[in-house]
């Protein structure tokens, strides 16, 4: 089938029209979003798992006394002083 199609105007002119050549502007959208979005997520990982390697691991935060008495408590030994 031909890419060119005849049209009769007023006045017997007739238009040729032809198919649009290149990119659908819908599809060059979507891959720049795809491609931010792929960039964003690669991104991310990639500074999870150097500060994985890099950061020292969290310190636990500390136990009150009175905490560490009821768990002694808990488990049958007797806290010391008592």
Request: aromatic share 10%; glycine share 10%; proline share 6%.
């Amino acid at each position: 089938m031909s890419d060119e199609f005849e049209f009769a105007d007023k006045g017997n002119k007739i238009i040729y029209q032809t198919e649009a050549k290149g990119f659908n502007p819908g599809l060059i959208v979507l891959l720049v979003v795809g491609g931010l979005l792929l960039t964003f997520l690669v991104g991310n990982y990639v500074l999870y798992s150097y500060a994985q390697k890099t950061l020292p691991p969290r310190k636990k935060k500390p136990i009150s006394k009175k905490k560490m008495k009821k768990e002694r408590l808990k488990q049958g030994v007797s806290a010391p002083g008592e």
